[in-house]
């Protein structure tokens, strides 16, 4: 069974860097059959995607938040990385780290989310 | 971007009644990459639906989807105590990436 599990600091001031680790179990992130990717949700917006990690390191991004926005995967460690910077109010929101299937497209697994509050 | 437009918003109905979810594209949608998300309070989305109607692993038959082009449509034949959640459809076939701002299944 495949496991994510979120990690990183729950507060982060306005202005700096939102950093998240999402670790893998139960699966090899270096597998050709999926994209690990980041989305988050808030009240206001819903579920929005921020983007994708392929094992081999190509990334996907949302338009809106490229400018700030780098994902990166660490394949011996089983684990991949969200860091948005700049970030305001507007960035706080849970944020869930989640696998996506290459072919068919669907987030099949998630974790369980964590709660980022941008505030100083 | 793709829109993602759900109704109705809230769909309040009685355990053992048929529930039908509407989620309308702005723009046709690739290969329909629609997918259809449950989410419960205080968890994560559950994959329900992907390929518009492809039932995930662990989803009952009363779940089924439809639907091509700008269309699509969740039904569930007969709500189960544990049917009513919030169901979201997200598209996958443009970047970015666009989920709908989801249906309450609501118990009348």
């Known amino acids: 069974q495949v496991h994510l599990q979120e990690s990183g600091p729950g507060v982060v001031k306005p202005s700096e860097t939102l950093s998240l680790t999402c670790t893998v179990s139960?699966?090899?992130?270096?597998?050709?059959?999926?994209?690990w990717g980041w989305v988050r949700q808030t009240p206001g917006k819903g579920l929005e995607w921020i983007g994708n990690?392929?094992?081999?390191?190509?990334?996907y991004y949302n338009p809106s938040l490229n400018s700030r926005l780098t994902i990166s995967v660490d394949t011996s460690r089983n684990r991949f990385f969200l860091k948005l910077n700049s970030v305001t109010a507007a960035d706080t929101a849970v944020y869930y780290c989640a696998r996506q299937e290459r072919w068919v497209h669907v987030f099949d697994y998630w974790g369980q989310g964590t709660l980022v509050t941008v505030s100083s | 971007e793709i829109v993602l437009t759900q109704s109705p918003g809230t769909l309040s109905l009685s355990p053992g009644e048929r529930a039908t979810l509407s989620c309308r594209a702005s723009?046709?949608?690739?290969?329909?990459?629609i997918a259809w998300y449950q989410q419960k309070p205080g968890q994560a989305p559950r994959p329900v639906i992907y390929g518009a109607s492809n039932r995930a692993t662990g989803i009952p038959a009363r779940f089924s989807g439809s639907g091509s082009g700008t269309d699509f449509t969740l039904t569930i034949s007969r709500l189960e105590p544990g049917d009513f959640a919030l169901y979201y459809c997200q598209q996958s076939g443009s970047s970015p990436q666009t989920f709908g701002q989801g249906t309450k299944v609501e118990i009348k």
């Open positions: 990690i392929f094992y081999g390191g190509n990334t």
């Open positions: 723009q046709n949608v690739t290969d329909s990459y």
């Open positions: 139960g699966g090899a992130i270096s597998s050709s059959d999926y994209y």
